[in-house]
């Protein structure tokens, strides 16, 4: 058998970022077919007027803004003209918007150290209004302030709870001081991979990070994640706050992959304990920790399992194994403690192309996003469990792994690699082109997005 890291290293691709390169500037492309037309929406230039701070802030504060509102999902931002920022800044409802395309007319207004929003729906003649929203001149907090303002909008829109206000983990991998070493860090960032910020401080190597769940209204305050601090890699459980990593399981044997339930009670990882690359399953409680013995839940002779990730019910487990021959993705029913595991049914889901890996399961349960190689390429495809098919989301050069998705089932990040190294990537299904989200030097990998705080598991 191959040894456990080379098999690993297949499955989670952990060399392949200096092994494609494509031209940064390559669009990369979505391919699948939707139904969604979005929704044109006329926003003027911010009303300054009476506002505290100097026109060149404002103008930093509106492109953030116009980010969010242009990569929601459900809207498209109409092309400015002076005619209709007039006609937006009288309030006229009777000028014939439909006639230019347009469905909503939002209007932001600078007030002392605030700002104000006013949303026209054309179909309805209706007004809503968005209560001043505080600013303090400091961009960090300021640029946050304006994700709440484009959330509060969509919601006022849709109903529904938008992802401009929530934050993705992921790592970024450097040269270190001494030649031929590499270091790794956890960094979490706002969705746009803005406000960027080091978690983790441990100079080593850490890998593959995973928010843990939050309690309903609550925000996410941990994260699992993999580090080889001590040689062996081993789980950590850390504070967002701190970084400051501890234990998660003093089991043997290498450790790999951690992933967590919605419903927060229970660890899937891997393990070579066995003398082979297996899925295991933990028992587990945000206050306490681990509880009690992890057991197996999936092995197969002379194969490596990897990547798992739960359904958002928990009670079905998506995984890579490479037990017929190369590795593709699997769902199956989690089994209790003490199941003959020889009788285990699972389902294979990638059928198309022979190697896939990193399942991620979207929230509402629909839907199963993992790269595969495709035309000798790893590209983002997505399984649809409500019409039993594979699609394939990205095209285009540069390999594309590890996507994760948002809380609205709808965005995915991924990072893929160019001439500069490993980048994220934010896409989503009804828009036909993902927009790169970080820069700077390093190889950035493994994103994780946030939980929804409003959907978390009780």
């Not at 459900?74 to 937006?88: E, F, G, H, I, N």
């Not at 769940?213 to 850390?238: D, E, L, R, T």
């Not at 290498?254 to 393990?271: E, G, T, Y």
């Not at 050069?397 to 990072?415: Q, R, Y």
């Amino acid at each position: 058998m191959l040894s456990f890291f080379v098999l690993l290293g297949a499955i989670l691709s952990f060399g392949s970022i200096e092994a494609a390169s494509s031209a940064d500037n390559e669009p990369i492309h979505v391919q699948l077919e939707t139904d969604v037309k979005l929704l044109p929406l006329y926003m003027p230039q911010f009303s300054q007027d009476h506002s505290a701070f100097e026109t060149e802030y404002l103008q930093e504060l509106e492109k953030i803004l116009n980010f969010d509102l242009s990569h929601n999902g459900m809207v498209a931002l109409v092309k400015r003209t002076k005619q209709m920022d007039d006609l937006a800044s009288r309030n006229d409802i009777a000028f014939p918007w439909k006639s230019h395309h347009v469905a909503y007319v939002l209007k932001v207004c600078g007030n002392d150290k605030s700002l104000s929003a006013q949303i026209l729906s054309i179909n309805t003649q209706m007004i809503k209004t968005i209560d001043s929203v505080p600013l303090s001149g400091d961009l960090r907090f300021d640029r946050r302030q304006i994700h709440l303002l484009a959330d509060s909008v969509y919601r006022s829109l849709f109903g529904q709870d938008g992802i401009a206000s929530t934050h993705i983990l992921y790592t970024i991998k450097t040269k270190g001081t001494i030649p031929n070493l590499w270091i790794s860090e956890v960094y979490e960032s706002d969705y746009d991979g803005g406000n960027l910020r080091r978690i983790t401080q441990e100079g080593g190597y850490c890998i593959t990070p995973c928010y843990i769940p939050p309690k309903a209204g609550s925000a996410s305050g941990g994260f699992f994640y993999v580090s080889y601090k001590n040689g062996q890699p081993k789980i950590f459980v850390a504070s967002l706050k701190d970084g400051i990593g501890r234990r998660f399981s003093f089991m043997r044997g290498n450790q790999l992959m951690p992933v967590i339930s919605s419903q927060r009670d229970k660890v899937a990882f891997i393990n070579d304990i066995t003398g082979n690359p297996d899925l295991f399953l933990q028992p587990f409680s945000p206050d306490v920790g681990a509880m009690g013995k992890p057991h197996q839940i999936f092995s197969h002779a002379q194969a490596t399992q990897g990547t798992p990730a739960f359904s958002p019910d928990g009670k079905r487990i998506a995984f890579v194994s490479n037990k017929d021959g190369s590795p593709k993705v699997y769902v199956m029913d989690i089994p209790l403690p003490g199941a003959n595991l020889k009788h285990l049914k699972v389902k294979l889901v990638s059928k198309t192309n022979r190697e896939s890996s990193a399942p991620s399961w979207s929230p509402d349960g629909t839907k199963l996003a993992y790269c595969s190689m495709t035309d000798g390429v790893r590209q983002i495809w997505i399984y649809d469990f409500e019409k039993n098919m594979e699609r394939q989301l990205t095209l285009g050069p540069g390999n594309k792994e590890n996507p994760a998705w948002a809380p609205n089932s709808l965005h995915l990040v991924f990072n893929s690699t160019g001439k500069s190294g490993s980048e994220l990537y934010l896409v989503n299904l009804n828009q036909p082109e993902a927009v790169k989200i970080t820069n700077g030097p390093g190889e950035k990998r493994f994103p994780n997005w946030e939980p929804s705080k409003n959907s978390a598991a009780r």
